[in-house]
């Protein structure tokens, strides 16, 4: 999915909110694509997002995301190891997560 910076909304202020905002945008446009990880195992969701009680009685987000990199991620160094993150999703950004 392409992204411009001025996508973001100006609120997010935080590499954390940052994440959840990627996550949950990510979940919202590729949330039932089901990814078979490992040959002998159940295919997973590419995205999984919980809300959930903790030990301390406080709530957490749990964020777990499948996605594809180039084979030349462990050859070629001369870009950032995130830049061989290809896209998995070609859809457009909606309304609602461009919006503070």
């Known amino acids: 999915m392409q992204l411009a910076l001025n996508q973001i909304p100006s609120n997010i202020d935080t590499v954390e909110k940052l994440v959840v905002w990627a996550v949950m945008l990510l979940d919202n446009q590729i949330g039932t694509l089901q990814i078979k990880e490992e040959e002998n195992l159940l295919p997973v969701y590419a995205t999984q997002v919980q809300i959930v009680r903790v030990a301390d009685e406080s709530r957490r ?15 070629n160094n001369t870009v950032k190891f995130w830049q061989h993150t290809r896209a998995i ?12």
Do not use: K
């Not at 777990?64 to 462990?74: F, G, K, M, Q, T």
């Open 61 to 75: 987000i749990i964020c777990r995301v499948s996605l594809p990199i180039d084979e030349a991620y462990s050859t």
């Open 89 to 100: 999703a070609n859809t457009t950004i909606p309304t609602g997560f461009l919006s503070n």
